[in-house]
């Protein structure tokens, strides 16, 4: 596939996520609506992360350092839910 083919793909997938959060900003589920926003944002990210920042094809450090950020993301996002 070509290298334009690919980013036309990914645009797609990432418009198609944007549709969902449109989506569900309209579907009242309560507190499960922030629940799946922050599900399809990760979705958005963990795209973005391994096809636009090569997280796929390098070491494994730098892969660590994404894991070790996003479960920082998800304690403080955890507590503020909490809180």
Do not use: C, D, Q
Not at 13 to 27: C, D, E, I, R, Y
Not at 38 to 58: N, P, Q, R, Y
């Amino acid at each position: 596939m070509s290298e334009t083919g690919k980013l036309f793909m990914i645009y797609g997938a990432l418009m198609a996520l944007l549709g969902l959060t449109v989506g569900f900003s309209f579907v009242e589920l309560g507190v499960f609506n922030a629940v799946l926003n922050i599900v399809i944002a990760a979705g958005k990210a963990t795209l973005i992360a391994t096809l636009f920042m090569h997280l796929s094809s390098h070491g494994m450090l730098p892969r660590l350092a994404v894991a070790a950020t996003g479960l920082w993301l998800a304690i403080l996002f955890g507590l503020t839910l909490i809180a």
